[in-house]
């Protein structure tokens, strides 16, 4: 059983039966296992609220083979960061034949990658701040006269701005490199861009309206994004229509660059001429209550449960390659 993606197999569904049986996937084993079970926790309460036969499966504890024995239909993934947004779920379930949430194998994996995404988006149109791939103390001098200070060391796959370090004086980098270095082998540097952030919520091909991000730490780290009440957002963004509008398109620009699709995010930051960079997409963002992506559908009046549902939605572009072998 092999799935194929049939993106005008998009629809709308009014009757909660029409889903069948749905797993919500959270938990995992990630670094991120925190913010997934709050996330598939609110999903899980969302879709039952609206009378969708949903339930709860963590793959840390459940072989994903239990989805067939199960008889699950379609699954939900809420499930961040690698092992569950970065493809691999995906290809499994595209295996095991089970439709699921969001983006594919592909988009899944070129997005989990921030250097990847920018070298596609740049060769999209989609602007995004220039950087050097770091792969040892021979690059640091480079690095500095090319980007100038400050600039930002990044791991390339990690979420929530972990292992992320902002570097201030040339003799700190040696420090930033090694705390990203330690996480994954990919590491690369990006100048410090000192504007204003924004974020934009994507949604079966549309794009949300804008958000923008407010803290008073040095920039939206994991404890800012989770566990602050001083991070303050708005939206609307309070762009100019035309502003918001071209961020719109580059949001929708960028998930075109790398395969993406169904729902997610971009993130930006806008430079000094008001030119919006795109950071990165998450193929999967949190879905807490307090989350980016149901706050900007809120916006327009897409309340949590609908929003749980219209991604729900987003599985029946998955379609078994060979309809006649479909499971009964
Ligand atoms: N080049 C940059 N200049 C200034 N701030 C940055 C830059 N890159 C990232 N940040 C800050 O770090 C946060 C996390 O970066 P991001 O690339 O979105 O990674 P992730 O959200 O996966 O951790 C951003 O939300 C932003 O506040
Ligand atoms: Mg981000």
């Given at each position: 059983m092999r799935l194929t993606y049939q993106p005008e197999r998009l629809r709308r569904v009014s009757d909660p039966r029409d889903f069948g049986r749905v797993a919500v996937l959270f938990g995992g084993d990630s670094s991120e296992r925190e913010i997934s079970l709050l996330s598939g926790n609110a999903v899980l309460e969302a879709l039952k609220s609206r009378g969708v036969d949903a339930h709860a499966f963590d793959p840390r504890d459940e072989d994903l083979s239990e989805l067939i024995a199960g008889g699950f239909d379609r699954v939900w993934i809420a499930l961040h960061g690698p092992?569950?947004?970065?493809?691999t779920l995906q290809g499994a379930l595209e295996y095991l034949g089970v439709p699921y949430t969001g983006s594919g194998v592909m988009g899944s994996a070129i997005g989990m990658d921030k250097l990847r995404t920018k070298r596609l988006a740049l060769a999209l149109g989609v602007p995004t701040a220039d950087f050097v791939v770091l792969?040892?103390?021979?690059d640091f001098e480079l690095t500095i006269e090319r980007l100038k200070l400050p600039l930002i060391v990044k791991p390339a796959t990690q979420g929530s701005s972990v292992g992320m370090t902002k570097v201030?004086?040339?003799?700190?980098l040696a420090a930033a490199f090694a705390a990203a270095r330690q996480l994954e082998p990919l590491v690369f540097a990006e100048p410090w861009i000192p504007g204003k952030e924004y974020t934009v919520a994507l949604l079966q091909g549309e794009a949300l309206p804008s958000i923008r991000i407010e803290t008073p730490k040095t920039f939206y780290d994991y404890e800012a994004k989770y566990f602050r009440d001083d991070t303050r957002y708005f939206c609307p963004s309070g762009l100019a229509a035309s502003a918001e509008a071209h961020l719109r398109n580059l949001a929708l620009a960028a998930f075109e660059a790398v395969g993406a699709c169904g729902w997610g995010r971009a993130d930006f930051m806008m430079d000094a001429a008001g030119r919006p960079l795109l950071l990165e997409i998450n193929t999967i963002p949190g879905m807490t209550s307090h989350s980016l992506v149901p706050m900007a559908a809120r916006e327009v009046g897409i309340d949590f449960p609908e929003l749980a549902w219209r991604v729900l939605e987003t599985s029946f572009t998955r379609v078994p390659a060979h309809p006649a072998a479909a499971r009964p």
């Open positions: 092992g569950g947004e970065d493809g792969t040892g103390p021979a201030e004086r040339a003799a700190d």
